[in-house]
């Protein structure tokens, strides 16, 4: 009988409201255990992830580890949590790790988006940063094997922080199997709940600078100002008090009226609002991965996508590129899927074999995988 090993899991960013960390997350831990039965798992949650974490499996083990990302406690006292528990191997769901752990582990470092696109006036801080850094560094030099879901932020860990290319492991993630095409009934309701009364094109992401929804809405004026005075712009996503700029840009608009804010958006609704929108948009600048534009895809929605870091690699040619720095170009490939049908189609069918390379499943068993060769030494 195969050893049975007990592993952790820093499932810290498990809720849905931390983005795609949430998503990846709560896939791959879903998706472990739906394929291992034979390891112990230890999975380490904030109050405010494990009301949102209904998972049960004779080898999990939901521990409260009510210990906030990047803090000092994450440093003090998380180190000693995790030693309670005698893990053969810790797995960091995101680089954010205690300096000083002694244990086997692995972490995954999904971007490099702080580095190049600090957020928060805290992490725009010299102390926030030389901390910051000080700690992805050592994520980098003390982990067994750094996973990532892209070849365009595996090239970053290397040209930037000098990893050795064998140490890092590209495993792409996927869209969730609760994404697919829905009825008519469901995007006339999800239209009518959100009051969305014309055709429209959708946004869904975080309301951040480099997510590119500034240039989006410039170009959304574009379109409604010289071609479609019944389009709408559904900007999905919880408002960022960070960045005002994206709320006055909107409020300054001309056609506001035309500008719909459903704000978070739950699970539950987003198949029907991707089915329902005539063009899927993702303007961001840099991503690790980019998991909207997939799940919009595998609801049979035509993507248009920003054609910089990993959105080429990972969408292929199953979606319509533009430079998302040139407001005018957005709304010229937008345009262009929104009126070109023989396109349309080309995309739609296009999208939905690209979405079938990806899949969370894959994501655990090559995760699985990467576990077992460092617990036998292979």
Not at 261 to 281: E, K, M, Q, R, T
Not at 302 to 329: H, R, W
């Amino acid at each position: 009988m195969a050893q049975s090993w007990n592993i952790g899991l820093d499932g810290r960013f498990y809720r849905r409201q931390t983005g795609g960390i949430g998503r990846y997350s709560q896939q791959l831990v879903q998706n472990m255990l739906k394929i291992d039965s034979q390891n112990q798992y230890f999975l380490f949650l904030t109050k405010q992830d494990l009301p949102e974490c209904n998972l049960e499996a004779p080898n999990l083990k939901k521990i409260l580890t009510d210990i906030p990302h990047y803090s000092l406690a994450e440093q003090v006292k998380l180190p000693f949590i995790l030693r309670k528990y005698n893990l053969d191997l810790m797995h960091f769901l995101n680089f954010n790790l205690p300096i000083f752990y002694q244990g086997k582990f692995v972490v995954t470092i999904h971007d490099l988006t702080m580095v190049f696109y600090p957020a928060l006036r805290r992490q725009q801080s010299k102390i926030f940063r030389q901390a910051f850094i000080k700690v992805l560094k050592t994520a980098i030099v003390k982990s067994q094997k750094i996973i990532t879901a892209s070849h365009c932020v595996k090239e970053d860990i290397i040209k930037y922080y000098g990893a050795s290319s064998d140490k890092i492991a590209i495993i792409y993630e996927g869209a969730s199997d609760t994404f697919g095409s829905a009825s008519k009934f469901q995007q006339d309701k999800i239209k009518q709940k959100m009051a969305i009364t014309k055709p429209f094109i959708l946004f869904v992401s975080q309301w951040r600078p480099h997510k590119g929804l500034l240039q989006a809405i410039a170009a959304f004026e574009i379109l409604h100002e010289k071609y479609y005075k019944s389009l709408q712009f559904v900007i999905a996503g919880k408002p960022n008090p960070d960045f005002p700029e994206i709320a006055e840009k909107i409020q300054a608009s001309k056609h506001k009226k035309d500008i719909i804010l459903p704000g978070f958006v739950a699970d539950d609704d987003l198949p029907a609002l991707y089915s329902a929108a005539s063009v899927f948009i993702f303007p961001s600048f840099y991503e690790g991965f980019g998991l909207p534009p997939l799940e919009a895809m595998a609801c049979g929605t035509p993507v248009c996508a920003s054609n910089t870091s990993c959105m080429p690699e990972i969408l292929g040619s199953a979606a319509l590129y533009f430079n998302p720095q040139k407001p005018e170009d957005m709304a010229a490939k937008i345009k262009e899927a929104l009126e070109n049908q023989n396109l349309r189609h080309s995309l739609i069918a296009r999208g939905f074999k690209q979405v079938k390379k990806y899949s969370f499943q894959k994501t655990a068993e090559e995760t699985l995988n990467i576990y077992q060769k460092i617990l036998t030494n292979r």
